[in-house]
């Protein structure tokens, strides 16, 4: 299975949220849905914006949302929504995918 990092954001309380997942598409609805109290269910509702492909090893994809996590930067959540920004480093190996779905 393909593992994915992707940006949500809830315009409503102007936050980013990051997490990975098999089906980024489908955890969006969780996150909106889920009757749990946790952090995202505090900012509903979240729209999806941007999606990464990141490969078949979860580990890889947990490391990569931990890193994204660590450097608690907005900014940088900005500049990875931004499709013209270009990736380097340890996010070089993401890989930008189309988050519209039907």
């Known amino acids: 299975m ?5 940006i949500i ?4 309380y102007d936050k980013y949220y990051v997490g990975y997942s098999q ?3 489908e955890r969006l609805i969780k996150h909106n849905t889920v009757p749990f109290n946790t952090f995202t269910s ?3 509702p979240w729209c999806l ?3 990464f492909k990141v490969g ?3 580990t890889e994809a947990i490391k990569l ?3 994204i996590k660590k450097q608690k930067s907005r900014i940088l959540l900005e500049k990875l929504i931004d499709s013209n920004f270009i990736l380097t480093g340890k996010l070089a190996q ?3 995918v189309p988050h519209m779905r039907n």
């Open 2 to 6: 393909t593992y994915y990092i992707y």
């Open 94 to 96: 993401l890989v930008r």
């Open 56 to 58: 078949e090893l979860k």
């Open 49 to 51: 914006r941007a999606v």
């Open 65 to 67: 949302e931990k890193f």
């Open 9 to 12: 954001y809830s315009e409503q």
């Open 23 to 25: 089906n980024p598409w």
């Open 42 to 44: 505090k900012y509903r």
